[in-house]
């Protein structure tokens, strides 16, 4: 982070940047050397999940919107985001004394019981024609 830039609610603390660094690919093979801070980009990624605004949106002080939604995007596609997941899943589990993968799911039976009844049109009411119910 450059000295002048504000800090926001969404960055990364330094013990959070810690742990995801690593988990961060390297550049791509071939391609130009990586100028731009990764920390910069995962909290430029962080601020337009934290506040919502569209990638064009985001403030001057991050890196340009392009290389943030590029790397958001790259990330999703390879994964990096699941990784990342389950690697803050696991090291949560272990500092509560579980084993660091779940063991067994829970299905919620009334979410699954949705075709029973016969769909939307039995939960729908008939709708009237307009002439019908004589509001012309």
């Known amino acids: ?8 609610p969404s960055d990364l603390s330094d013990p959070q940047w810690a ?4 988990l961060i690919p ?3 093979a071939g391609g130009r050397e990586r100028t731009t801070d990764m920390r910069e980009v995962i909290n430029g990624i962080l ?11 985001l403030p ?6 392009g290389t943030v939604y590029y790397s958001f995007w ?4 390879e994964g990096v985001w699941q990784r ?14 579980r084993e660091s993968t779940p063991s067994a799911g829970i299905v919620d039976s009334q979410s699954v019981k949705t075709t029973e009844k016969g769909g939307l049109g039995v939960t729908m009411r008939a709708r009237r024609s307009m002439a019908a119910s004589g509001t012309w």
């Open 84 to 97: 990342i997941h389950d690697a803050l899943r696991e090291q949560v589990r272990r500092q509560e004394g």
């Open 60 to 65: 001057h002080d991050f890196p340009p919107y």
């Open 1 to 8: 982070m450059s000295e002048t830039r504000r800090v926001y």
């Open 26 to 28: 390297a550049a791509q």
């Open 74 to 77: 790259r990330f999703r596609n």
């Open 47 to 57: 601020y337009v999940n934290r506040s919502g605004c569209a990638w064009r949106a």
């Open 19 to 22: 742990i995801i660094e690593p």
